[in-house]
């Protein structure tokens, strides 16, 4: 007999087909007698097999040959099973108001009751994961689990990720999380080449290689208690991921397929004027403008075409048509040309939303398929993915292929394997950061100028290609910003990707108490990228771009790890269990990464470093090495040890001790103790009220360390086969790096506390989990500057200190559930956390993290961490702003506090509510507070672009609040556009804006049908 159960959802499809061997039928009820609608049904013996009950309660299911007891389970019900024996038809009456247990994967991919543990855990459920528009399973995990910030670098399809979970604990290392898929460790890296300022944002996270609809749980260990057992590379948290085809559940022959279509758009931007063009003073010369200050459409129906007044000969020849007599030259005079060209419409045309940014599309597809023995199962899955995204050029495939499979060897020897392929080719136009006026350091990036396009400006219509050389034409007289359409044609990163990632466990239980187990796990995979810059930019970049640019990557990251665990289970008395995990862990991490870099492009289109004159192993933006190979190795010895009394007091006692190769011998050994209590009042105490549920307590004490990267203990030689090129000579140089070793360098040291409460009250209906941590990081690793007479620059040295104090909270509550089968279920996740340098080594009084000196985050002794330091604006003892005799604000000497960039809080709200196989679900955040320095309003303000800058009349002059150097009040008039363009954009604290958000993130309509 078959099932076939028919799923359509708004926006995919699935199709499932159970094979089975007999129908058993029934009704649930509760205490009352009264039908229980939508709880679950699933045979026990085949987990993958289940139904819900309809409105009157009535089930029914087909159950496999190997079937035994079926499982009846419903929020706030207690969980029954019942044996199936030779019945046909199985009446059920549920009992309220008790605890379903809930099993959670921890460290070592171990599953413990959730009770037992003294730290914080949070799982994700999977049908918050598959289906979804992104391809990066970590931005689908944004505003999921309280604590856990995630933010994307970039505004296009797969670039990378940041995710911080419960604050930062080092200055100069990584904050990231480790991931851990099917128990081995999974890199996450993105491998950028350069800085954000350097065009180094358009490179992918690798958690971009796994497929969400191949996961089948996720668990976040945020606390140190919780990450011991993985050492220093635990110390930021470690997100557990399952695979399906590492998942051990044992199903029936089942194929799942879904196919899914979604669409992105830009998410916001300005609201644009639609009353002036461009020029300044509310004047429109005949070349023209970047900024939107000229003269009112009304009183300029009619401008010269931008392409016939462009000061660039090359560019007015090829394109006569837009001289009114093509025959004629342009005219002996400038005067003359100008006579000499068509008019068009001066008038606001169609923004770059709609003439620039288009509709992506995403097409996702999932095919499913896993089976069993009574002695083994096996999983297939394939995923493929196409996204276009709503960015000209950029596009995402993804294909994933995974291949899951459990056997009982004998009665005492178990395998379990996972197997998973991935290949992610991703194209993107260039990134990089941009200021208001082109992009830094002449580094095209397709956002930098765009969302400034003049309203005069037909983005969509005027010509972007010069039809004798194929190089960028745009608007501006000079030619010095690079046409966006051109550069999404002709400029692109890609990055492509080819890995393979496994986890083979044997298990060999040696009795009842003893067992063994043996894990190795590999994650290897193969990237290339490549930088593509055809030349013709124009005067808007740098030289180097101009001249065309080719830069080729080839990069192989390679983890080999291995795991042996001896697990020991015995009853110690009637009421107290002791569990014990003992092991070792060896990993290597190996990277190479080798590559050319060429200028000077000979044929357009073309992208071969032959067809470049210079070729060089150096970037030619940051000129860093291209080729180099790095190696770390870590050995690590640990053990957990859990007392159980009575099932409400568990006490666990855990620690690793580690050996690495990335510091010298003295310093490469450390152990990292951690301890945790978990205590249930409600199970010591025998309370049994529907109110108050189930309550825990508990607490947790953990340590870990932050090891250098390598190569930070010794001076290193630094070589370059180009130094000097002298006509066809070439000479070599080997040098000593700028970066002086230090021998005595140490791994930072970190400590965290954290109390925990975790309750269920009212039928279980309202549920909630409380953490309060403290976390300190000692020895920390910062760079010293030296005395360049020394012959070195910089030195990294243990000096310094950080912590971190924060709160987590998740609450879920069904505030409504009829027995009509109407439900509504919320769920809240709340996290703060401050983050300060309590120290900094001697003779530092900041430490820049990132950006610029005259605009970046900083580490600041009795600051929050990343705090942003800028150009602000001089103010009198009351307070009141300075104003200059130009009528321009009076910018300071140097740089000053702008703000604290880390929220004040960030919170989540999913609803669901659901009625009769219908479901609408919508997830909101909201981020409180955290200041953001934000050129993109500097740009659109400063240049008369905004709504805003057309709610005043631009013909009269205005004066800016604030004081005179003289103390006396401002009275200096200035012009609209000096009133925007002069404040905006010449310090940082006039754009600098209060973070809060709030956010649809997700919003889902399913409907259910089901066939029998």
């Given amino acids: 007999m078959k099932q076939l159960l028919l799923s359509v959802l708004m926006l995919f499809c699935g199709v499932s087909m159970t094979f089975a061997q007999r129908t058993v039928s029934g009704k649930v009820t509760d205490s009352a007698g009264e039908p229980v609608i939508g709880a679950n049904v699933t045979v026990k013996e085949a987990p993958g097999v289940g139904t819900i009950t309809d409105i009157d309660g009535m089930y029914q299911l087909n159950v496999p040959a190997n079937g035994a007891t079926l499982v009846f389970s419903y929020t706030g019900y207690e969980t029954k099973e019942m044996s199936i024996g030779g019945a046909s038809t199985i009446n059920v009456t549920m009992s309220e108001g008790k605890l379903l247990e809930e099993v959670v994967v921890t460290s070592l991919a171990i599953k413990k009751e959730k009770r037992a543990l003294g730290y914080a855990v949070s799982t994700i459920n999977k049908e918050l994961i598959v289906n979804r528009p992104e391809g990066d399973i970590s931005r689908i995990l944004q505003g999921k689990v309280p604590g856990v910030n995630i933010t994307s670098t970039g505004g296009v399809s797969g670039t990378g990720t940041n995710i911080i979970i419960r604050g930062y604990s080092s200055v100069t290392g990584s904050n990231q999380p480790l991931f851990v898929v099917d128990g081995v460790p999974f890199n996450s890296g993105t491998n950028q080449q350069n800085s954000f300022a350097l065009g180094g944002v358009t490179t992918p996270s690798r958690m971009l290689d796994l497929d969400p609809n191949n996961i089948e749980s996720v668990s976040v260990l945020k606390g140190l208690s919780a990450t011991v057992l993985y050492g220093d590379h635990g110390r930021n948290g470690v997100i557990l991921i399952t695979t399906k085809s590492g998942a051990t559940s044992q199903k029936n022959a089942e194929i799942n397929f879904s196919q899914s279509y979604f669409q992105n758009n830009i998410a916001s931007l300005p609201v644009y004027q639609n009353n002036y063009g461009g020029g300044f003073q509310q004047l429109t010369p005949p070349s023209w403008f970047f900024s939107t200050w000229g003269a009112n459409f009304k009183d300029l129906p009619k401008v010269p075409h931008p392409i016939g007044v462009s000061s660039v000969p090359a560019i007015r020849n090829a394109f006569p048509q837009f001289a009114i007599d093509p025959t004629k030259p342009w005219g002996p005079s400038p005067q003359a040309a100008l006579d000499n060209v068509v008019l068009i419409d001066n008038k606001a045309y169609p923004n770059i939303g709609e003439s620039f940014f288009r509709t992506g599309n995403v097409y996702t597809t999932s095919l499913q398929i896993g ?397 909630f989990d409380l953490s309060l941590y403290q976390r300190t990081t000692s020895d920390l690793i910062t760079n010293a500057p030296l005395d360049p007479s020394t012959g070195y620059t910089i030195t990294a040295i243990n000096l310094g200190g950080m912590r971190t104090r924060g709160i987590d909270l998740n609450m879920t509550v069904t505030p409504v559930a009829t027995r009509s089968g109407f439900q509504w279920d919320a769920t809240v996740n709340f996290g703060l956390y401050r983050s300060i340098i309590t120290e900094l080594a001697a003779g530092l009084d900041n430490v820049l993290i990132g950006g610029f000196t005259d605009l970046g985050n900083y580490a600041i002794v009795d600051k929050p961490y990343g705090i942003i330091r800028g150009i602000g604006i001089e103010k009198d003892d009351k307070g009141n702003k300075i104003v200059q005799s130009t009528g321009r604000y009076l910018p300071t000497a140097g740089n000053v506090d702008l703000g604290d960039p880390n929220p004040a809080f960030t919170s989540s709200l999913l609803n669901v509510i659901s009625y009769k196989g219908v479901s609408l679900g919508a997830m909101i955040e909201y981020r409180h507070k955290g200041v953001i320095v934000s050129n993109t309003v500097k740009g659109v303000l400063a240049r008369g672009l905004s709504r805003d800058t057309d709610q005043l009349d631009r013909e009269l002059s205005l004066i800016l609040p604030g004081v005179k150097q003289d103390g006396t009040p401002n009275d200096i008039q200035v012009t609209a556009a000096n009133y925007f363009f002069d404040n905006y954009f010449f310090t940082d604290e006039a754009i600098t804006f209060d973070g809060s958000t709030l956010r649809l993130r997700r919003s889902t309509c399913h409907t259910h049908f089901r066939h029998h």
Wanted: charge should be neutral.
């Fill in 371 to 767: 089976g069993s023995t009574d002695r083994s199962a096996y999983s297939a899955s394939f995923g493929y993915m196409d996204e276009e995204g709503f960015t000209p050029g950029n596009t995402l495939k993804k294909i994933n292929l995974g291949l899951g499979y459990s056997a009982s060897i004998t009665s005492k020897l178990a395998l379990r394997s996972a197997l998973n392929f991935a290949n992610t080719d991703m194209v993107t136009p260039p990134l990089n950061a941009g200021f208001g006026s082109n992009s830094n350091a002449g580094v095209p990036s397709i956002f930098a100028n765009v969302l400034y396009t003049p309203r005069n400006v037909d983005l969509g219509g005027l010509p972007f290609e010069n039809p004798v050389d194929r190089s960028s034409v745009y608007y501006r007289g000079g030619n010095d910003i690079v046409n966006p359409r051109w550069m999404a044609k002709y400029m692109s990163n890609t990055s492509k990707v080819d890995r393979f990632f496994t986890s083979n466990t044997l298990t060999y239980t040696i009795n009842d108490n003893f067992s063994v187990l043996y894990r190795v796990g590999l994650d290897t995979y193969t990237e290339e990228q490549e930088v593509k810059l055809n030349k013709g930019a124009g005067a808007g970049t740098s030289q180097v771009t101009q001249s065309g640019v080719y830069r080729s990557t080839s990069i192989q990251n390679t983890i080999w790890n291995h795991d042996v665990n001896i697990n020991y289970r015995k009853d110690l008395a009637e009421k107290l269990i002791f569990s014990a995990v003992v092991g070792g862990n060896y990993r290597k991490d190996n990277y190479k990464q080798f590559g050319l870099a060429s200028t000077e492009q000979l044929a357009f289109g073309l992208f071969n470093h032959a067809n470049f004159v210079s070729t060089s192993a150096r970037d030619p933006f940051s000129n860093s090495r291209i080729n180099f190979i790095t190696e770390e190795a870590r050995a690590g010895l640990y053990g957990s040890f859990t007392f159980d009394y009575a099932d409400y007091l568990f006490v666990n006692l855990l620690a690793r001790n580690d050996w690495t190769s990335t510091v010298e011998k003295d310093n490469a050994r450390i152990l990292y103790p951690g301890a945790s209590v978990s205590f249930i009042p409600t199970t010591a105490f025998g309370i049994d009220s529907k109110t108050l549920n189930y309550l825990k307590v508990r607490f947790g004490y953990g340590t870990s360390a932050g090891f250098p990267s390598p190569y930070n203990t010794r001076n290193i030689l630094s070589q370059n086969s180009r130094e000097w090129i002298s006509g066809t000579t070439t000479s070599a140089s080997q040098t000593i790096a700028d970066r002086l070793g230090n021998p005595n360098l140490k791994p930072e040291l970190q400590k965290e506390l954290e109390l925990g409460l975790e309750g269920n009250m009212f039928s279980n209906k309202f549920k």
